[in-house]
């Protein structure tokens, strides 16, 4: 068949002029070659070279092509002994999506009976059957989304088993449009379609309208709204009130006056509008409105100020001159001035009218008087002032209380003043302690330093001592007065006692007599009417020698000063333990439990003497009476000496059984007859001493003598009984006619049975009651205060009361003192 064609084709070209060659058939035409395009390129093609296009040409072996390889009249065959490559064979996998199968011919293709790889897609399965899953990101990497606007476009990921938009951040028309400058919807515009956003604008009242919201520039921006303006005066409503004149006072508007645009205007000054009618509002500096218009500022004045003043000028500009005015207080009113009112003399000022009288110049001015008439002349608050010694006091030029005294008056001419006598001198007398010059001298109070002039009393108490018979007053003083005098103090009755007094004032002022203040044993040896001991004491010939003596009654009392860490003065102070004899005992103060030696005791304790005048030689003994407490024992040293303070040779000890007792020395040997002093140590501070006795017998029995404590008040008569009203204490009303207490201080020796009665020596006056009285110091600075004073109860006035003290700066009313030499 092939062979027919090709004969047929070469037939053809003979007939046509073609031209064959060996890879096709190439048409040519007798213009040259040129392809006929009535043939067809498959019927050129049929012969190539002479040989048929389909011709079979042997290539080898058999394979799975559709081809007859073999060109053996079949396709493809497969027979055992000739079969074809791989057919037959396994193929494919048992991996992810693949099966294992056999390959065989279909076709003219090797065909797998198993499932085999294909290229991956993203479905969540292992299509390539390489053990990964949608690996290769499959159908991923385009790009997805939109970036229009605010949107951002992503990244087309297999995620899942399916293909993603990895990210993409909004899409088109996703979100609506806002007035914002921004593509919100991502399509390419930004703020389009926006209808109207609502209206706006503050209102729609008056001259006002309200506009529309609109999107412009990527925000709302109000268009076409008119807001309110200044309201202008022409009946619109420009600040959208609904008022169109409000802003505008047609009322009291100096410039739309009743009506708009209506101009008020003064001359001289500016205008007002009030109830819509122009008139004066102010005038300038110098013009003022006076007339009944009050349009104009017409009247022109300085003003001074809103009162009238008396100078012929209007002040106040109020059209009137010195009207209303106050008279001033500008006149004199003193003396011969009195009654004279001022009056206005326009230009000429107030003036005053003075009376004939007045001491004036030509011009009716005031000059110094120089009349003594009696009469404030000068008016100036005194009368008769050229003289000044008038009224003053004057004497006839005496002495002392011989001396005339009286007041300078107005001689009989009025020229000067003369002394006029009322008072006349007394008689020279004799000089007593009262402040006065009595023998007139010119010398005060001579001879009171030695204290023994009239009115200082004295008292004799025993032993040489002496105490004042009143409580010292001021020189000076009298009943309702104590007088202002600091020194040489007075002794006598009927006068104030000097009080407000401190503990080393009244030492100064008794020293500046010769004396000084009473130790607490004379006071109260005074008070008691216990007489002092009279020292050296001698000692009886006969018996034992035995001399008793209280510890109150020592002859000195010294204080000692301790060093070291127990540094302190001690003193003996009065002590009223129960069971003393006596007026009281002794006690060592300050106890702080301090423990002098024997060999330092003379050197640093306080010490009580007692000299006496031994008679007999050979041994003695000391007891001492002391108070044995409960606690602890206490201790003196003792010593008998022919000079003071001399040796501590012996210490007495108490046991401990809490009462009054007797405690004995060894023997003390006395050489030579003669006077020596017995002296008593303190050992331990806080010892009490109530009594020593003084014997030859070397006996250990105690001894049993006492002595009467005294007088419990300083009573005339029954001193030891309380009897209220005797002295001037509490219970004394010193004004029985007001109602209350009165507990005033009295004048010395009022109360005439208030005394301690001596007998022949004397009586001592109000030592219970009246004032409390300095006694001296028990060491520096501790002042004791003895007695009683006006307010005290009766058990504040007993002679025995001694537990108050003072330092050197307390001072009180009811304080006083007496001194004693």
């Given at each position: ?10 037939a ?10 060996e ?71 048992n991996?992810?999506?693949c ?113 529309t ?15 309110p ?17 409000n ?34 509002g ?64 326009g ?78 001198g007394?008689?020279s ?30 008292v ?29 103090p ?70 000692g ?58 041994n ?15 201790t003196?040293?003792?010593g ?15 046991p ?17 007859t ?148």
């Open positions: 068949m092939k062979r027919a064609l090709l004969l047929v084709i070469a053809l070209g003979l007939e046509t002029g073609c031209s064959v060659n890879y096709c058939v190439n048409c040519a035409k007798d213009d040259g070659g040129t392809p006929d395009a009535t043939v067809s390129d498959a019927d050129q093609d049929a012969v190539v070279d002479g040989t048929p296009s389909d011709a079979c040409v042997p290539d080898g072996v058999e394979i799975c092509d559709g081809h007859d390889n073999d060109c053996d009249g079949q396709v493809d065959e497969n027979t055992v002994a000739d079969p074809l490559p791989q057919v037959g064979a396994d193929c494919s996998k991996v992810g999506e099966t294992l199968g056999t390959y065989a011919c279909t076709g003219g293709q090797l065909v797998c009976s198993g499932k085999t790889a294909t290229a991956e897609v993203c479905d969540n399965k292992d299509n390539n059957c390489d053990g990964n899953i949608d690996d290769g990101d499959p159908g991923g990497g385009a790009i997805c989304g939109t970036d229009a606007g605010e949107c951002v476009s992503g990244v087309e990921r297999c995620q899942g088993g399916a293909v993603v938009c990895v990210g993409s951040i909004g899409t088109v028309g996703g979100q609506p449009e806002l007035c914002n400058g921004k593509d919100d919807d991502c399509d390419g515009n930004f703020d389009e379609g926006l209808p109207s956003l609502g209206s706006c604008g503050l209102t729609d009242t008056g001259e006002c309208a309200l506009g919201l609109m999107c412009a520039g990527g925000q709302p921006v109000c268009m076409g709204a008119i807001n303006t200044f309201e202008l005066c022409d009946n619109l409503d420009q600040d959208c009130d609904g008022n169109p004149t802003g505008y006072d047609l009322v009291n508007d100096a410039r739309n006056c009743g009506t708009c645009g209506h101009i008020c205007s003064v001359t001289n000054g500016t205008a007002k509008c009030s109830s819509s009618t122009c008139s004066v102010a005038c300038n500096p110098g013009f003022y409105d006076l007339d009944s218009d009050h349009t104009t500022c017409e009247y022109a004045c300085d003003f001074q100020g809103p009162v009238e003043a008396c100078n012929g000028v209007d002040d106040n500009c109020n059209g009137q001159i010195d009207e209303g005015l106050t008279v001033p207080d500008i006149c004199d009113h003193d003396g011969a001035c009195a009654g004279t009112v001022a009056s206005c003399g230009t000429g000022g107030w003036t005053c009218n003075y009376g004939p009288t007045v001491s004036k110049d030509a011009s009716g001015n005031i000059v110094p008087e120089s009349t003594c008439d009696g009469i404030d002349n000068d008016c100036d608050g005194v009368a008769d002032d050229a003289f000044p010694t008038k009224g003053q006091a004057c004497d006839d030029g005496g002495v002392g209380v011989c001396r005339g005294t009286g007041t300078n008056v107005c001689n009989a001419m009025g020229t000067g003043v003369t002394c006029n006598i009322t008072t006349p007394q008689t007398g004799a000089e007593t302690c009262n402040g006065l010059d009595d023998n007139c001298n010119g010398t005060v109070d001579e001879g009171a330093e030695t204290g023994n002039l009239a009115g200082q009393n004295w004799t108490i025993g032993n040489g001592r002496q105490i004042m018979a009143y409580e010292a007053s001021r020189p000076g003083a009298n009943g309702t007065s104590q007088g202002t005098a600091a020194s040489k007075c002794s006598k009755s009927s006068v104030l006692p000097w009080t407000s007094v401190t503990a080393p004032q009244a030492a100064a002022a008794c020293a500046s007599i010769g004396a000084r203040l009473c130790t607490e044993e004379e006071w109260q040896s005074a008070c008691s009417v216990v007489a002092r001991q009279t020292y050296p004491v001698a000692e009886p010939t006969t018996g034992n020698g035995d001399i008793f003596l209280e510890a109150e009654q020592a002859s000195a009392k010294t204080t000063t301790s060093t070291g860490t127990n540094a302190a003065t001690r003193s003996w102070e009065p002590d009223t333990t129960a069971g003393y004899s006596g007026m009281m005992a002794l006690r060592a103060s300050p106890d702080t439990g301090v423990n002098i030696s024997l060999a330092n005791a003379p050197n640093q304790s306080p010490r009580l003497d007692f000299p006496i005048n031994f008679s007999t030689t050979g003695h003994y000391v007891w001492v009476r002391m108070y044995s407490a409960t606690s602890s024992q206490d003196v040293g003792i008998i000496n022919a000079t003071v303070p001399g040796t501590a040779t012996q210490t007495l000890v108490t401990t059984n809490g009462s009054w007792l007797w405690v004995r020395s060894n023997s003390i040997s006395i050489a030579a003669g006077t020596r002093t017995v002296s008593v140590w303190m050992r331990e501070d806080g010892v009490r001493v109530d009594a020593i006795f003084v014997t030859r017998s070397s006996s250990t029995t105690a001894p049993t003598n006492t002595s009467g404590t005294g007088n419990t008040y300083a009573y005339d008569t029954n001193p030891n009984t309380y009897a209220a009203n005797t002295c001037n204490g509490v219970d004394y009303d010193t004004n029985g006619g007001l109602a209350g207490n009165q507990d005033d201080v009295i004048a010395c020796g009022a109360l005439t049975s208030c005394d301690a009665n001596w007998g022949a020596a004397g009586k001592a006056f109000d030592l219970s009651g009246n004032v409390k009285e300095w006694t001296s110091p028990r060491v520096p600075g501790v002042n004791p205060i003895r007695g009683g004073a006006s307010n005290n109860l009766g058990t504040g006035l007993t002679c025995g009361l001694s537990f108050t003290a003072a330092d050197d700066a307390f001072f009180f009313p009811n304080v006083g003192f007496r001194c004693c030499r």
